[in-house]
């Protein structure tokens, strides 16, 4: 038996999630059966995409259980294997519980090297987001010199990659952060053009004309909502819209309006792709070589926020919702 520390699901939030939607207990794990890995979590990455799955809405990923530990993806080390893929001492990431230890299967758990980058990174500017933004704009937005190219959450763990492999393609880049030190950042440190704070700035629809002149040729969306809507009424003809998230509606009780004059579409002939990065796994050996390269080339920035202790979790997921993150929010467990 082992002793873990856990959070689990304690009620399903309508509208803005509360701390009493989680529970944090203990309980004892048996010891791992054939087949079994004993996995202990170091980092633990909290991602939009949970919110959603609180809910017993009909998603893209089933939703977490009542009365069950939450998941997420995760990097471990290995404590015992009854499994012959893993030794003992082998570091895996994958989707492990929100808790201190995990009896897994070893499906869909993939072993790292841990000495590469530090092991936050996995999860963040070498992992899922990076994969994700590095698809969206490599494959749907497909920037070309001189076109300009709009990322809303700009410095999130999306939209901070998102924005830099535009400007690496010679784009005019820019964003929207919810805080003025971010702006700062992503024009400083991210090379962004220009980034507007989008929760000062009272009329979005003019700021954006100011920003970009020329139109919009191609919107990375993380947002949605009245952010999605200013920026597609300035998309220009043949625009790509990658439409990663919208994290404005996933607390919404009540499903938000979609942009008026739907005609705009055909009328400018508009390509709007909504995706989901793990339907594209097969491509992530690519997204490694070239954005792991731009890493160690020093031509990449990435900013995270770790949050030390699983107990805190809940905490700094509520945050996420309201950005108060810094780029990736990762949570250290051990
Ligand atoms: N399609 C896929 O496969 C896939 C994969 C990963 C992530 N995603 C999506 O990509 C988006 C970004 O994810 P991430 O991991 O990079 O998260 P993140 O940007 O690191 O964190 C979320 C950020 O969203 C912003 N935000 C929150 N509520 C907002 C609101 N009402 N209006 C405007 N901005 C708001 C906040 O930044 P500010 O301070 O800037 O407001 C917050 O820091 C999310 O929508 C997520 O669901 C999709």
């Not at 991210?190 to 004309?209: I, K, M, P, Q, W």
């Not at 949605?224 to 597609?232: C, D, L, T, W």
């Not at 979609?258 to 339907?279: A, N």
């Amino acid at each position: 038996m082992t002793q873990v520390q856990q959070i689990v699901l304690a009620k399903r939030p309508v509208g803005d999630v509360t701390l009493d939607c989680f529970r944090e207990e203990s309980a004892n794990l048996a010891e791992p059966a054939d087949g079994q890995i004993l996995v202990r979590s170091r980092f633990l990455s909290l991602d939009p995409y949970m919110r959603p799955r609180m809910t017993e809405l009909r998603s893209y990923t089933p939703p977490f259980e009542l009365g069950k530990p939450l998941t997420g993806g995760s990097v471990g080390e290995v404590l015992e294997s009854r499994n012959p893929r893993f030794a003992k001492g082998d570091v895996v990431i994958g989707m492990l519980n929100w808790a201190t230890h995990t009896l897994h299967d070893g499906k869909g758990l993939r072993k790292i090297e841990p000495d590469t980058v530090p092991l936050p990174a996995h999860l963040g500017v070498l992992g899922m987001p990076s994969f994700t933004a590095w698809y969206g704009m490599k494959h749907i937005c497909k920037p070309k010199a001189g076109e300009t190219v709009f990322v809303s959450a700009a410095t999130g763990a999306v939209g901070q990659v998102a924005g830099q492999l535009a400007k690496l393609a010679g784009a005019r880049v820019v964003g929207c952060a919810g805080d003025d030190e971010k702006c700062l950042w992503a024009v400083r440190e991210a090379g962004y053009d220009a980034c507007f704070n989008h929760r000062t700035e009272r009329d979005l629809g003019a700021v954006l004309d100011k920003l970009c002149p020329q139109g919009i040729d191609a919107d990375f969306e993380n947002v949605g909502g009245k952010i999605f809507h200013a920026v597609f009424e300035r998309l220009n003809n043949f625009a790509r819209v990658a439409f990663c998230g919208a994290i404005a509606e996933y607390q919404d009780t009540q499903p938000m309006a979609g942009p008026p004059k739907m005609f705009t579409i055909i009328q400018r002939r508009l390509t709007i792709q909504g995706y989901v990065v793990s339907d594209h796994v097969a491509l992530m050996g690519d997204f490694v070589n070239e954005v792991g390269g731009l890493l160690k080339a020093g031509k990449l920035r990435a900013r995270e926020t770790v949050v030390d202790g699983l107990a805190k979790a809940p905490h700094a997921f509520l945050g996420l919702l309201r950005g108060e993150n810094f780029g990736k929010l990762v949570v250290k467990v051990a």
